[in-house]
Nanobody, 120 residues
């Protein structure tokens, strides 16, 4: 069984910073992708930033230049450094990982989510 556990959310003023962390644990053979998604109230869950096992990064235009995603493969962890936060960054941030637990097909796993609130 695989678990993703996020930490680091909270309340911050506009212009502030937060760092999110996500740790994957369990019967992990390999992790193809790790990323962060955001869901604002009444909206769909959208990709904020993702990073492949080889280090290829893609991120939403709205966060480029402000957010940085990084990954520690040896620890099965992914981080999201969020600078210059804006009220529109408010939402629940979910960690997602595409994980192989054996020789079968990789599966999607999600964390429980962590709330980020940016006040103006």
């Amino acid at each position: 069984q695989v678990q993703l556990v996020e930490s680091g959310g909270g309340l911050v003023q506009a212009g502030g910073t937060l760092r999110l962390s996500c740790a994957a644990s369990g019967s992990i053979f390999s992790i193809d992708f790790m990323g962060w998604y955001r869901q604002a109230p009444g909206k769909q869950r959208d990709l904020v930033a993702g990073i492949s096992s080889s280090g290829t990064i893609n991120s939403a235009d709205s966060v480029k230049g402000r957010f940085t995603i990084s990954r520690e493969n040896a620890k099965n962890m992914v981080y999201l450094q969020m600078n210059s936060l804006k009220p529109e960054d408010t939402g629940v941030y979910y960690c997602k990982a595409i994980i192989r637990t054996g020789w079968g097909a990789p599966l999607n796993y999600w964390g429980q989510g962590t709330q980020v609130t940016v006040s103006s």
